[in-house]
């Protein structure tokens, strides 16, 4: 059984039984749910099969809320987010919240029955997860070993290609069953040759929080952001593990991540406040408007004057 509830009064959004394993058969389960209240909009899209259960996530809230998602079975759970931003924890133990902004994911959630998402905005999300058997079966690793952590990475382009295909498929009767178990298999294979990758690589808690702790910090303060060895030493890490461990816990560089979030500030001013672009640029921390120009052009491939035209 799984439900869907709003976090702050526990009140149940949707509440669905499956059967054992997921099991159906040759066939797909299938349900398409939609739930309007005074604080938000849901789409919830699910699709299951053995060992396999996908749900596709819209939420659209007119003031922030999170949502828990509650199995009655701990499962392994691979989290996409393809449009807008989010924050989630997940598992009763885990207290910290981690933002997931578009095209990220994290596919290290390990096995968890619960998992929180905080929404502020527009953003769509894909939820898959495994059957403890299910996993152990297919890679081999015991759920037990799977201590659930928070890795947000950004999606790779051919993971990108794999997500539109589950999500969109032209595929009917058994033939739909058999290409979307294709893809899930491409997704586990995606999962393993990460999980091969990391197997040398030891992050002890500790390194995480202040690895979290300072992707936190830069977005606080887009003006000043001051030095790499400025950013370790507020979080108390060598300047070598936090460049190191930001790569490798955030998929992106210190100045990278510092990038993303500039552009993505200065989209929303423009887009939505209607700034001008001398002032977005100094917001966004860009003493020089004709360098933010060229570096938001680079990026979306449009001039920023073109949005905050009103």
């Not at 828990?68 to 997940?90: K, M, N, Q």
């Not at 298999?185 to 995480?208: A, G, P, R, S, W």
Request: aromatic share 12%.
């Amino acid at each position: 059984m799984m439900e869907l509830k709003r976090s702050a009064n526990g009140n149940i959004i949707y509440k669905k039984t499956y059967p054992d394993n997921f099991e159906v058969g040759d066939a797909i389960g299938e349900t398409v749910f939609c739930h309007k209240s005074d604080r938000a909009r849901l789409a919830v899209t699910e699709k299951w099969f053995k060992g396999i259960h996908i749900t596709l996530i819209e939420i659209d809230p007119d003031l922030p809320e999170d949502f828990l998602f509650e199995s009655s079975r701990p499962h392994i759970g691979f989290l996409f987010c393809l449009y807008g931003a989010i924050s989630y924890r997940a598992g009763a133990l885990q207290n910290n919240f981690c933002p997931l902004y578009k095209n990220q994911q994290d596919i290290n959630l390990g096995c968890t029955d619960t998992i929180v998402f905080r929404a502020a905005g527009q953003c769509k999300l894909l939820y898959i997860q495994f059957t403890e058997s299910y996993f152990n079966k297919v890679t081999a690793i015991e759920p037990v070993n799977l201590k659930p952590k928070q890795i947000q990475q950004s999606i790779k382009a051919e993971t990108s290609l794999i997500l539109a295909h589950i999500i969109n498929y032209k595929q009917e009767g058994r033939s739909k069953r058999l290409f979307l178990e294709a893809r899930i298999f491409e997704l586990i294979i995606v999962y393993l040759n990460q999980h091969q990758e990391k197997q040398n690589i030891t992050f002890k808690q500790e390194d995480i929080n202040k690895i979290m702790l300072a992707k936190q910090l830069i977005g606080q303060d887009l003006q000043k952001p001051g030095s790499l060895i400025e950013l370790a030493r507020k979080v108390g890490i060598n300047d070598y593990k936090l460049k190191k461990y930001f790569k490798e816990l955030t998929g992106h560089t210190v100045f990278g991540y510092l990038y993303k979030i500039r552009m993505e500030k200065a989209h929303y001013f423009l887009s939505k406040e209607k700034k001008s672009v001398n002032e977005v640029s100094f917001l966004v921390g860009y003493k020089n408007p004709q360098h933010f120009i060229a570096a938001f052009k680079k990026k979306y491939h449009i001039l920023p004057g073109s949005l905050n035209k009103k």
